[in-house]
């Protein structure tokens, strides 16, 4: 079966700085791998995905993120942070034919002036 | 296009009460999925419908169950409500059963009294 694992339950940087999310996951079969963004009280945004090809996928919003098997990691970045971008992240993985998303237990970005 | 969207936004039920919670696909999507979001277990998958048929199903109880109809609308149904039924309830739609990218409602703030 597969999992995600999402480091660090909060995430804290200045306006400006860099953001980096952590997501590894855990895959017998090779993965698609997404990243949501939830604001209070709506529900998830597509950010980004990956299925196959290049390893460096762009989002929305400036975010990225780099599919790394040797590392089973996919990373969110993002250059620039924005008091936009405060809200929770999660990672969610799927496999083969089904649609159906494990995810991670979020992250929850706070971005201060 | 409109988006995925769930109704009623928010229900009050006290314990034994039944629910039953609808949800509209993007036009053109025939693949339903549902997920419980709760504080402590996360995210977590409820079940999938395709051509009016379960497809899948995650690890919740039989009071939980749902349906799909010939336009790709959906709905769940909880009998005999639990304290711990309260959560969040996310739908979300795919083009198709193996299109793994799936698009969220707001969701469906469900409190159990």
């Known amino acids: 079966a597969q999992s995600v694992t999402q480091l660090g339950s909060h995430v804290s940087v200045s306006e400006g700085a860099l953001v980096l999310l952590r997501c590894n996951y855990s895959s017998s079969v090779p993965p698609y791998l997404f990243w949501y963004v939830q604001y209070p009280n709506q529900g998830l945004q597509l950010l980004l995905k990956?299925?196959?090809?290049?390893?460096l996928v762009k989002g929305i919003n400036g975010f990225e993120a780099e599919f790394k098997k040797s590392e089973t990691s996919f990373h969110l970045t993002k250059p620039s942070a924005h008091m936009s971008d405060a809200a929770e992240y999660f990672c969610?993985?799927?496999?083969?034919?089904?649609?159906?998303?494990?995810f991670g237990t979020g992250t929850r970005l706070q971005v201060t002036l | 296009k409109a988006g995925v969207t769930q109704t009623p936004r928010y229900l009050i039920k006290t314990r034994g009460q039944q629910v039953t919670l609808s949800c509209s696909p993007i036009?053109?999507?025939?693949?339903v999925s549902w997920y419980q979001q709760t504080p402590g277990q996360g995210l977590q998958f409820l079940f999938e419908?395709?051509?009016?048929?379960?497809?899948n199903k995650g690890n919740f109880p039989g009071r939980f169950s749902g349906r799909q109809f010939s336009n790709s609308r959906s709905e769940m149904n909880v009998s005999t409500l639990e304290l711990g039924d309260s959560a969040l309830y996310l739908c979300?739609?795919?083009?198709?059963?193996?299109?793994?990218?799936?698009?969220f409602g707001p969701g469906t703030r469900l409190t159990v009294l």
């Open positions: 419908y395709f051509s009016e048929t379960q497809r």
């Open positions: 990956y299925t196959t090809g290049a390893t």
């Open positions: 979300a739609s795919s083009l198709e059963l193996a299109s793994n990218t799936q698009y």
């Open positions: 969610a993985v799927s496999v083969g034919t089904a649609s159906k998303l494990t």
């Open positions: 036009s053109g999507h025939r693949s």
